[in-house]
């Protein structure tokens, strides 16, 4: 696998005729021209009901996601666990939800809700780094009838678990969008900015560990006006090493 670090044209399939809800794929995003692990759980096959074999292809993707360090992006909506499958649907949800957890804080994870997220797969909101749901969406683990039941409160979806809620109240989701296509451009300017930050990050820790440097080399010798490093360019303490021509000539 360890060509998925170059840039893919097309997308590249992981598993090959899994039955069930979920397809997954190594896909490069056009805008921000990365590579990413693509989840789909399609709600037209048996309302997006995860089988032990579907929850598998998710395993395995973030799985894959991990090792190669790619984002992983969980597209969803989704009744969840297979009541069909019974224990081996439940083990099988396990599975995937603990590779996802095992992916937090390692590498970017983000979920477009595009639907229903009903128990087990909005546990997995709560994991993502990034959520973007549509308007008609909603997420929760236990449904209207369920609140109704213990409390007494009639509720619908929205109410319960509709963007209002997660964005405005629960916080769990980070952008609320119109439909799939304006979910996909949010995606991909959520992924521009990261690789913006991330160019940021290195850019001021180079920096940073040449203005220690060149201190900690003026600190040896108070009567020097430049660092060792410094006069071997030219460029006075003052500057700081603020120019990146200076900084690679000190690399």
């Not at 997006?48 to 984002?71: C, D």
């Not at 405005?168 to 799939?180: E, H, K, N, P, Y």
Request: aromatic share 4%; charged share 15%.
């Amino acid at each position: 696998m360890t060509g998925l670090k170059s840039k893919v044209s097309t997308p590249v399939q992981l598993q090959q005729a899994v039955k069930g809800a979920v397809s997954a794929d190594v896909r490069l995003l056009a805008e921000s021209q990365r590579n990413v692990v693509w989840v789909e759980i399609d709600p037209t096959v048996h309302y997006g009901a995860l089988s032990a074999e579907a929850s598998g292809v998710i395993a395995n993707a973030a799985t894959t996601a991990l090792n190669q360090r790619l984002p992983l992006v969980l597209s969803m909506a989704s009744s969840g666990a297979d009541i069909l499958g019974g224990i081996d649907a439940l083990f099988g949800w396990g599975q995937a939800a603990r590779r996802v957890a095992m992916c937090s804080g390692i590498i970017p994870i983000f979920t477009i809700v595009t639907g229903p997220a009903v128990s087990g797969p909005a546990l997995l909101i709560g994991l993502s780094d990034f959520v973007i749901m549509t308007k008609d969406s909603y997420a929760f683990v236990s449904g209207p009838t369920m609140v109704a039941e213990f409390t007494g409160i009639t509720m619908t979806n929205d109410e319960l678990g509709g963007t209002d809620a997660h964005s405005r109240q629960s916080g769990v989701a980070s952008l609320v969008v119109d439909d799939v296509a304006s979910a996909l451009i949010a995606l991909e300017q959520t992924t521009q900015a990261i690789a913006l930050l991330q160019r940021l990050a290195q850019s001021f820790l180079t920096l940073q560990l040449a203005v220690t440097t060149c201190a900690k080399s003026f600190g040896q010798s108070p009567t020097m006006k430049t660092c060792s490093k410094c006069a071997r360019v030219g460029q006075p303490m003052s500057s700081l090493h603020s120019s990146p021509s200076v900084v690679n000539q000190l690399e």
